[in-house]
Antibody, heavy 117, light 107 residues
Framework: EVQLVQSGAEVKKPGESLKISCKGSGYIFTTSWIGWVRQMPGKGLEWMGIIYPGDSATRYSPSFQGQVTISADKSTNTAYLQWSSLKASDTAIYYC??????????WGQGTMVTVSS | SYELTQPPSVSVSPGQTASISCSGDNLESKYASWYQQKPGQSPVLVIYEDDKRPSGIPERFSGSNSGNTATLTISGTQAMDEADYYCLAWDSSIAEVFGGGTKLTVL
């Protein structure tokens, strides 16, 4: 059974750093792209970027380039999304999803990130 | 940057056909997929590569993509289909982008 299990909810202050995770199982982790998607409170889905764990190739949306870093550790079948300095506007649910056949066929449960002073 | 436009809301009576559009420049040259999201849940893929249905998705869900518009059609709409729907397009030049989402109400 394919599973993407994301790390738990986070509450941070502006300016702090954060790294959230997405652990894959039930498939060969290194052979499928993993994407990250933001959903701000009450808003729609926004594509942030994607990584191929096999060689760590990444692509970012222009809106998120330079704002976040996507990485992966193939030894632990885990993808990551990180911020070096959080802003209140980063408050959102973040989803990881497995990409197959040009679409996101399986999604994690989401990680809620709250940034507040 | 590339943009996809969806109507904010669509209403349909139970048993009728709902159509949700997704418009973008020369969209037919890109692959479109559709996602259903119910409150408090992760999105679920309902259509991929314009018109293919993943296993487990009911046959009442179908898709098409022609010209500048991709369309998700739900035939015989049921109350359980009430949700937000998002289109996604990708190709090598744009990476990927979501439409703004459409709230489907089954009255």
């Amino acid at each position: 059974e394919v599973q993407l299990v994301q790390s738990g909810a986070e509450v941070k202050k502006p300016g702090e750093s954060l790294k959230i995770s997405c652990k894959g199982s039930g498939y060969i982790f290194t052979t499928s792209w993993i994407g990250w998607v933001r959903q701000m409170p009450g808003k729609g889905l926004e594509w942030m970027g994607i990584i191929y764990p096999g060689d760590s190739a990444t692509r970012y949306s222009p809106s998120f380039q330079g704002q976040v870093t996507i990485s992966a550790d193939k030894s632990t079948n885990t993808a990551y999304l990180q911020w070096s300095s959080l802003k209140a506007s980063d408050t959102a649910i973040y989803y990881c999803a497995r990409r197959t056949d040009g679409s996101y066929s399986f999604w994690g449960q989401g990680t809620m990130v709250t940034v507040s002073s | 940057s590339y943009e996809l436009t969806q109507p904010p809301s669509v209403s349909v009576s139970p048993g009728q056909t709902a159509s949700i559009s997704c418009s973008g420049d020369n969209l037919e040259s890109k692959y479109a997929s559709w996602y259903q999201q119910k409150p408090g849940q992760s999105p679920v893929l309902v259509i991929y590569e314009d018109d293919k249905r993943p296993s487990g998705i009911p046959e009442r869900f179908s898709g098409s993509n022609s010209g500048n518009t991709a369309t998700l059609t739900i035939s015989g709409t049921q109350a359980m289909d009430e949700a937000d729907y998002y289109c996604l397009a990708w190709d090598s030049s744009i990476a990927e982008v979501f439409g703004g989402g459409t709230k489907l109400t089954v009255l």
